[in-house]
């Protein structure tokens, strides 16, 4: 889930990236992405029985995925709102939501100095309110400019790839790790 809709996007740049190590690695595995913007802003009153056929979709989509990953750009210090909007859908019914349970990685790009790490600690609260289970890897924050996006769209900088790969990987055995937490739990 990118949580940019506009054309050029690093944070959109940095999941395709995690989709081709998804591919290169695990080709079993299919990433299908979430249009954000297909989503009505979030109306409680819309939000009864099965709710707009978009919401449907998307929390088909999430129930159905092993695991969520998350880029989100930082907008003055917090998730954007687009984002904000897809997780309150995402997040009802609470307790027993698309989210409930679900593990998620999530990282951030920007082109400022910190990459937009000051949009992450807002975003796991989100998270972690929803009941999502978010997945523990060294934190991922993407300085970049748009220069970096190769042609295919995916971002070639060692540095980045090898933190994607790591995230990936962290999404991995937070996965194979399931059943025992679930037989624990
Ligand atoms: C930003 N940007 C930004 N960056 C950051 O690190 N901290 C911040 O608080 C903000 N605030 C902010 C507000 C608004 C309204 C905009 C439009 C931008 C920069 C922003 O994160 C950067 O442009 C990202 O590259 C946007 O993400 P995408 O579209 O490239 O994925």
């Given amino acids: 889930m990118s949580g940019s809709v ?3 996007s690093l944070n959109t740049a940095a999941l395709c990236t995690v989709r081709e190590i998804l591919g290169r690695r695990h080709g079993s595995f299919a990433t299908p992405g979430l ?3 297909a989503l009505p802003y979030y109306d409680q009153n819309a ?8 919401v449907c ?3 088909g989509v999430v129930s159905a995925a092993d695991a969520l990953i998350i880029s989100t750009p930082s907008y003055n210090g917090a998730m954007s709102g687009v984002l904000k909007n897809a997780l309150d859908w995402l997040s009802r019914p609470w307790g027993a939501s698309a989210l409930t349970g ?4 999530v990282l951030t790009a920007s082109t400022g100095r910190t990459g937009g790490a000051d949009a992450q600690p807002e975003l796991l609260r989100v998270l972690e309110r929803a009941g999502a289970f978010p997945v523990a890897h060294p934190k991922v924050a993407i300085t970049a400019g748009e220069e970096m996006i190769s042609a295919a769209g995916t971002f070639l900088r060692p540095s980045v790839v090898a933190a994607l790969d790591g995230l990936v990987d962290a999404t991995l055995t937070t996965l194979s790790r399931q059943p025992a937490l679930s037989q624990a739990g």
């Fill in 6 to 8: 506009r054309d050029g």
């Fill in 102 to 105: 679900k593990p998620v990685a």
């Fill in 35 to 37: 249009d954000l913007t």
């Fill in 47 to 54: 939000d009864r029985g099965p709710g707009p056929d978009a």
């Fill in 57 to 59: 979709t998307a929390r």
